[in-house]
């Protein structure tokens, strides 16, 4: 039987901002775009949650529900140094480790470098070492036999928590939880599915897999299987990327288009300055969106001049996007990636560079 730990970090980015200035602590402090303007929320502290904030809102939105909160503009740099730390003890335990984004990992511990005999005990150690070796920052985990029951887990005890779903145990939690708490269910769908009578597991139990098919098409096939506690994916390791971009994942699913068009701008700027802060200019422009059911897509396009440069990013992730089923579909996660890097000193490597980067994918 295998043993998966999810990791997911609590508030990751505002944590980090509190753990650089204390003052901000018991504060509503929310990281993301300009409340005046048409950005939008990064993530927020657990007290602006508590005003219905949540990531992907619109920033104006927010300020609305929360005018005392503390808007901060993101500081990119700071958070993937805390996340390569991070990442970095996930790597003292087992090389399987899936990241979703720079605060979210997947851990395959069925047999570790450490020789931990129960994966309880390994998320324990993890989050200790987290908490002492990040300055006090604190993650969720949770604790299963796939990685569908893992994610559950890790989010049925936030902040700071441990959760467990033995085999035994699994068939009564999923029968109880709520419909909307279904990883891959989001708000259009949970709506839709409570309209007509699915309200939690057990009444998604009572259909059959073809009704199901038959009312949301292949991922019927998805919510079949998971409320029945199956999940056969495999933890990929991703390889060290050979590009520098970001991707972010909402803590709600969004399918409307000019919240992502706002998120994809607000990318574009931070992939723009990694890339300047590096003497960078690439062709090639990549989009990445992850849907509700897991499934992810990638939209590429090269253009005919390198660029570093905000604008031209965002004009060709913006236009990629818009040919996506986004709009149709709840979108878990986003990215933007910039690739096929022009070397200013072609004497050295024939013009040419694929450098490799820690942050061309975020954990």
Same mark, same amino acid.
């Given at each position: 039987?295998?043993?998966? +730990?999810?990791?997911?970090?609590?508030?990751?980015?505002?944590? $980090?901002? !509190? @753990?650089?200035?204390?003052?901000?602590?018991?504060?509503?402090?929310?990281?993301?775009?300009? &409340? *005046?303007?048409?950005?939008?929320?990064?993530?927020?502290? %657990?007290?602006? @949650?508590?005003?219905?904030? *949540?990531?992907?809102?619109?920033?104006?939105?927010?300020?609305?529900?929360?005018?005392?909160? +503390?808007?901060?503009? &993101?500081?990119?740099?700071? %958070?993937?140094?805390?996340?390569?730390?991070?990442?970095?003890?996930?790597?003292?335990?087992?090389?399987?480790?899936?990241?979703?984004?720079?605060?979210?990992?997947?851990?395959?511990?069925?047999?570790?470098? @450490?020789?931990?005999?129960?994966?309880?005990?390994?998320?324990?150690? !993890?989050?200790?070492? #987290?908490?002492?070796?990040?300055?006090?920052?604190?993650?969720?985990?949770?604790?299963?036999?796939?990685?569908?029951?893992?994610?559950?887990?890790?989010?049925?005890?936030?902040?700071?928590?441990?959760?467990?779903?033995?085999?035994?145990?699994?068939?009564?939690?999923?029968?109880?939880?709520? +419909?909307?708490?279904? %990883?891959?269910?989001?708000?259009?769908?949970?709506?839709?599915? #409570?309209? *007509?009578?699915?309200? /939690?597991?057990?009444?998604?139990?009572?259909?059959?897999?073809?009704? =199901? !098919?038959?009312?949301?098409?292949?991922?019927?096939? %998805?919510?079949? /299987? $998971?409320? @029945?506690?199956?999940?056969?994916?495999?933890?990929?390791?991703?390889?060290?990327?050979?590009?520098?971009?970001?991707?972010?994942?909402?803590?709600?699913?969004?399918?409307?288009?000019?919240?992502?068009?706002?998120?994809?701008?607000?990318?574009?700027?931070?992939?723009?300055?990694?890339?300047?802060? *590096?003497?960078?200019?690439?062709?090639? !422009?990549?989009?990445? $969106?992850?849907?509700?059911?897991?499934?992810?897509?990638?939209?590429?396009?090269?253009?005919?001049?390198?660029?570093?440069?905000?604008?031209?990013?965002?004009?060709?992730?913006?236009? =990629?996007?818009?040919?996506?089923?986004?709009?149709? +579909?709840?979108?878990? =996660?986003?990215?933007?990636?910039?690739?096929?890097?022009?070397?200013?000193?072609?004497?050295?490597?024939?013009?040419?560079?694929? &450098?490799?980067?820690?942050?061309?994918?975020?954990?």
């Amino acid at each position: 039987m295998k043993k998966i +730990i999810h990791i997911d970090m609590d508030a990751f980015y505002a944590s $980090v901002e !509190i @753990r650089e200035n204390p003052a901000l602590r018991g504060k509503p402090v929310i990281v993301g775009g300009d &409340p *005046h303007s048409r950005g939008v929320v990064s993530t927020c502290s %657990y007290e602006a @949650r508590k005003f219905g904030i *949540h990531s992907g809102m619109a920033a104006s939105i927010a300020f609305r529900r929360c005018p005392d909160a +503390i808007f901060l503009r &993101p500081n990119f740099a700071l %958070y993937k140094e805390a996340s390569r730390k991070i990442r970095s003890i996930f790597l003292d335990y087992t090389d399987l480790v899936e990241p979703l984004s720079l605060d979210e990992a997947y851990l395959d511990v069925t047999i570790n470098k @450490r020789g931990i005999p129960y994966a309880t005990r390994t998320a324990r150690e !993890i989050k200790k070492r #987290i908490f002492q070796e990040t300055g006090g920052l604190t993650a969720s985990a949770g604790v299963s036999y796939n990685m569908f029951l893992a994610k559950i887990a890790s989010d049925m005890q936030k902040p700071d928590g441990l959760t467990v779903i033995t085999p035994e145990d699994a068939p009564g939690i999923l029968r109880k939880l709520p +419909i909307g708490k279904f %990883y891959g269910v989001g708000k259009v769908t949970e709506k839709f599915m #409570i309209e *007509h009578g699915i309200r /939690n597991g057990a009444d998604l139990l009572r259909l059959s897999k073809e009704e =199901l !098919i038959c009312t949301f098409g292949k991922t019927g096939e %998805y919510y079949y /299987n $998971v409320v @029945r506690g199956m999940d056969d994916r495999e933890i990929t390791p991703e390889r060290e990327a050979k590009s520098l971009g970001t991707e972010s994942t909402f803590q709600q699913d969004i399918t409307d288009m000019p919240e992502l068009v706002s998120f994809l701008r607000q990318q574009a700027v931070e992939v723009a300055a990694d890339l300047q802060k *590096h003497s960078l200019k690439g062709k090639t !422009i990549t989009l990445k $969106v992850k849907f509700f059911d897991f499934r992810t897509i990638t939209r590429s396009r090269t253009i005919a001049e390198y660029t570093n440069d905000p604008e031209q990013i965002n004009l060709v992730a913006r236009e =990629l996007l818009l040919k996506t089923e986004a709009e149709k +579909i709840p979108v878990r =996660l986003i990215g933007v990636t910039v690739s096929n890097f022009y070397d200013p000193e072609p004497g050295e490597s024939g013009g040419m560079i694929q &450098p490799e980067f820690d942050f061309g994918e975020e954990l």
